[in-house]
């Protein structure tokens, strides 16, 4: 991998035509810079001069670093594959709120220019892991991803019955619509909408957020990050699953047993800014922001 980067990978999510309208033109202005460009191959497919494109899997292990264009959608399936080899990633918002994402369509190739002379930060994000283990069976299902990772009932409508501990410690039985196990990263996603905190994303530790507990003695609930959190589901409630960044799933039985802990695996995000993340909170979430007056009548 080299920094400032002379190869560019570029990954996004195909099914947005605003993604595919610009990636022509964004070829044509890498190469006139003198670096080197490779698509992934899903996006490459139908986009003149994108050429047939590698997979994903492989375009992580070639370029220096991998622009990722689209939302946080794109933002978080780019990131585990990042993370297998270390490539660091930028994201570009062509999606709504593009909170993971460092700029817009607007200021992109103002942007790009300033990473193509070295004009960056590298923010060095933890990952989180679920493993699940199922009585009898010897292999465990394994998902890491940026965000969180959620344990919910499969009907939406119906409540969990869970027992939670942190390492050996039990804690107590969870009722509830779920539970949230969040990275910073992830805590101003699902877990901000269900009552966690907000926490610096280069910050290390997990947050567990219960959604709509049926008690007010579970709370959020803020964990070292070399604590891992051990969950089993209780039998005669309503059948769970558990989701990784809101695109990985499994079914849970009874008395399956999850652990959730950080990843070994890390992402790298770039950025143009150091401390710009809590210009991002007022930009983006309106934090800290004096409610407006209303205008009045005359």
């Known amino acids: ?33 003198g670096r080197r460009a490779t698509v992934d191959r899903s996006l490459a497919r139908g986009v003149r001069g994108a050429g047939p494109g590698v997979p994903l899997t492989t375009l992580v292990k070639r ?33 709504g709120l593009g909170f993971l994402t460092d700029t817009n369509e607007e200021s ?15 923010e060095r ?3 989180v892991e679920a493993v699940v283990r ?13 965000n969180d ?8 409508s119906r409540v969990v019955a ?16 779920g539970l949230i196990v969040a990275t910073p990263t992830g805590s101003t996603a699902y877990s901000l909408s269900a009552g966690g905190p907000i926490v610096r994303p280069t910050m290390e530790a997990l947050i567990t957020t219960p959604i709509s507990p049926h008690t007010l003695a579970f709370r959020p609930l803020l964990v070292g990050a070399d604590e891992s959190v051990r969950v089993r589901v209780r039998s005669g409630h309503a059948p769970t699953a558990i989701t990784v960044d809101g695109q990985l799933a499994r079914n849970l039985a009874a008395n399956d047993e999850v652990t959730i802990r950080r990843a070994k695996s890390h992402v790298d995000l770039l950025v143009l800014e150091r401390g710009s993340f809590y210009e991002v909170l007022r930009s983006k979430f309106a934090w800290a922001e004096l ?5 009045r009548r005359g």
């Not at 264009?69 to 062509?94: E, K, Q, W």
Request: no cysteine; net charge positive.
């Open 149 to 156: 990772a959620v344990i919910h009932a499969r009907d939406r």
């Open 162 to 177: 869970i027992d939670i501990g942190i390492g050996r410690t039990p804690i107590g039985t969870l009722v509830a619509d």
């Open 1 to 33: 991998m080299t920094l400032p980067p002379r190869h560019v990978g570029i990954f996004g999510n195909r099914d947005k035509d605003e993604v595919r309208a610009l990636l022509p033109s964004l070829l044509r202005w890498i190469h006139s810079k």
């Open 125 to 127: 994000r933890i990952m």
């Open 63 to 95: 370029v220096d670093v991998l622009l990722v264009l689209g939302g946080d959608g794109a933002m978080l399936h780019a990131a585990r594959a990042a993370s297998r080899t270390g490539v660091p990633i930028f994201g570009i918002n062509l999606g």
């Open 108 to 122: 992109l190739y103002p942007v790009l220019t300033r990473l193509f002379r070295g004009e960056f930060q590298v």
């Open 291 to 295: 409610p407006r007056s209303r205008t």
């Open 134 to 146: 199922s009585g009898g069976t010897q292999r465990a299902w394994m998902a890491v991803g940026l």
